[in-house]
């Protein structure tokens, strides 16, 4: 290995902190995991959550595995739905993410965490054709994927109306 390949420790944050840091933040998670009845999952805590919030939002019912495949929730309606999220800072995004389609899944619904605040829950149908037309997406397979970035969550959140009207079901705060 090189020298440009290694990152220096962070300064500050000797072995005692360290360790400190990871019990108040091993207390918070159990804390919210025990909100969500999860007792001592190993699961990423904010894909927990979501799925938890998206469940509650639509009224559904929790799939009965937490690591399945392809869905995540059936709604009051019945129809199958798969929870994933977005993480990231208030500005400056650094992470984007790839909205698919997927075969018998009515909907793909996607948290929005901007310094791990929700800030949104977008909903998806599996035709994304004209969603990603009304953005002016130029990737292909479009009717199946959208590659979601900053400006498109901005676009959404901020027309959320003209969105629902092409099948989009669109929550944010506040969410009540």
């Known amino acids: 290995m090189t020298d440009s390949v290694l990152r220096p420790a962070p300064t500050g944050a000797g072995f005692p902190e360290l360790l400190s840091a990871l019990d108040s933040y091993r207390l918070a998670r159990q804390t919210l995991l025990g909100t969500l009845g999860l007792g001592q999952s190993n699961r990423d805590p904010l894909a927990e959550f979501a799925e938890h919030l998206v ?5 559904g019912r929790l799939a009965e595995s937490r690591v399945q495949a392809n869905y995540d929730l059936i709604s009051a309606d019945g129809e199958y739905v798969q929870v994933k999220y977005l993480a990231n800072p208030l500005s400056n995004w650094p992470n984007e993410h790839t909205v698919r389609s ?4 009515g909907w793909y619904a996607l948290v929005v965490y901007e310094a791990f605040t929700v800030t949104g829950v977008l909903a998806f149908p599996p035709d994304l054709t004209e969603i990603c037309s009304a953005l002016g997406k130029r990737h292909p397979g479009q009717a199946t994927s959208l590659q979601l970035t900053c400006r498109n969550w901005w676009a959404i959140r901020d027309n959320a109306d003209a969105y629902r ?5 669109i929550w944010v705060p506040p969410f009540l």
């Open 55 to 59: 469940a509650a939002l639509w009224q």
């Open 102 to 105: 997927i075969p018998g899944v």
């Open 165 to 169: 009207q092409l099948g989009m079901r």
